[in-house]
Structures are given as C-alpha cells and as structure tokens.
C-alpha cells in the first residue's frame, strides 16, 4: 500500500485550509497513495473565538471530504474538525475516515486532551472546549486494519497497545504538535508507537506559526514497524510518500513476536 501524509499550515481563513487540504489530496492520487492523512484541525487552526461553528458528522466538513474522496478514488483521513458536543461550551475533537466511494468508514472521537502548563511557553487547557472521546477505533482500510488517534493520544501507549491487539497494522496520527515539544518528542514518541506494537505509523502534522502564541513543529512522517522513519516532510507545506510493505510487518512480528509473548494481563496490580 502507498500511503500519503499532508502536511499543511492552517489558519483561520476555513475556504483557503480547505482549497489547500483538497490541493494535497489531489497530488496524494496523483502520487499513487491509496490513503492520504490530513492533520488535526485541518480546516481551522487559529482563537478559538473565531472557530467556525460546531458541526455534525454529517455537515459541511465531511461533504466536502466525502467529495475528494469519491472524485479522487482515495481513502481520505480527514484530520480533525470541531464536532457539535455534547453540550453547548464543548466540541468533540472528532476524525472521519472516507472510503473512495465517499461513504463513511469511520469516526473517531479524541480521548486524550491536552492540557498543559509549561512554564514561560505553553498555558492550553483543551478541556475547557472540548470533550473526551471514550471508544478506540480500528477501521478497515482497502483490507487492513487501521487504528485511528490525534495527536496527544500519543503520549499514551495504552491506547496504542489496545489498538494493536485488536487488529491493528497501521496507526494513524493526524496532529497539530507544539514546536517546543515536538522538537524533542515528536519523532522519539511515534517510533517508539510503532517499535512497541509493530505497526507502520502515519503522522500528518501541522507547521509552523497559526496565531501570535501557537507554532506546530511538522516533520509529518511515515514510519514501519521495526521503527525505521521510511520518510519525513521538508518544514513546509507538502505531500510525503511511502509504500507500506505489509508482508514485512507479518515478518517482523514472527521473528520478534512480542505481541503474543506478552503477558502483563496475567499479572493484576494488588
């Protein structure tokens, strides 16, 4: 399978981040990519004051992926979007996967939210707007089991490992990854998802500056199972490429099986 990530600058002009994702899609096809990735907040990215209005999982926002998708025979991850929540101060940070007759494959709903304090550079409580999602997603993509996260989740490997033991072969990370973070922990956290559960991992980061206080770090990568970064993104807007050789991945867990070899599950905390 080839696989694409896109890497994109979003701001908080909505119709010109769309023009731009439908832009990267289209060169996705043309590369030859069966699945494109797009980053978190793909359409939106700037104060929240100024977000566009919640929407369903069947509004504006998925039409217009529904649309590429179809137009371009392309199974589209469509990053993220602000999702109606479950009431009227929170959205859901909400994935929706497009199959490449436009149909729906699969929602997923962020679980974990990033509220952080660092002092003198980062004060973000994305509780405050947002909801928890509550339920991992594993869909099927053109016959392989795909794991569905957003960008903080993967600061926590038991939703990975979940994901993998049920089925998982590749682990999808749409993102919006702050530089002072991402420069040291970007690359070490997704190697380190795919090493430990044997998957290929798709990284679709935002880059650079979205408002006077939020710069995203990009480096959008591919990444196999046995932790090698197949391909990374230049710091600028674009479309990184690699082919996933899934016969590898079955090698790779039979030579060094440590997802069946484990056995934590037969030791409960007292």
């Not at 590369?31 to 929407?55: C, I, N, Q, T």
């Not at 590429?68 to 999702?83: I, M, Q």
């Not at 929170?90 to 679980?111: C, E």
Request: charged share 25%.
């Amino acid at each position: 399978m080839r696989a694409a990530v896109c890497q994109l600058n979003s701001r908080e002009d909505r119709d010109h981040n769309l023009a731009v994702a439908r832009d990267l899609l289209e060169r996705a096809a043309a590369g030859g990519a069966k699945l494109a990735v797009l980053p978190e907040y793909v359409d939106f990215l700037g104060h929240s004051a100024d977000a566009p209005r919640p929407e369903p999982v069947d509004g504006e926002f998925a039409a217009f992926f529904a649309n590429a998708a179809r137009d371009l025979g392309l199974w589209v991850h469509a990053g993220s979007f602000h999702e109606k929540g479950p009431d009227a101060g929170r959205t859901f940070n909400t994935s929706l996967l497009f199959a490449p007759d436009g149909t729906l494959a699969a929602t997923y709903r962020k679980i974990h939210l990033y509220d952080v304090e660092i002092a003198g550079r980062i004060s973000y409580q994305e509780s405050r707007t947002v909801a928890p999602g509550t339920d991992p997603v594993v869909a099927d993509v053109d016959g392989v089991p795909t794991g569905l996260t957003t960008c903080y989740d993967l600061r926590f490997p038991e939703l990975y490992r979940a994901l993998a033991i049920a089925g998982a072969r590749i682990l999808v990370v749409p993102a919006a990854f702050m530089l002072h973070t991402g420069r040291d922990h970007w690359e070490v956290l997704l190697r380190a998802r795919a090493i430990e559960n044997q998957c290929f991992v798709l990284a679709a980061g935002q880059i650079g500056d979205h408002e006077p206080r939020r710069t995203c770090f990009g480096r959008s990568m591919i990444i196999d199972p046995w932790g090698t970064v197949l391909a990374q993104a230049p710091d600028t807007v674009g479309v990184t490429f690699a082919d996933l050789d899934l016969d590898r991945l079955e090698t790779i867990r039979t030579e060094l099986p440590s997802l069946a070899n484990r056995r934590m599950e037969t030791f409960p905390l007292r």
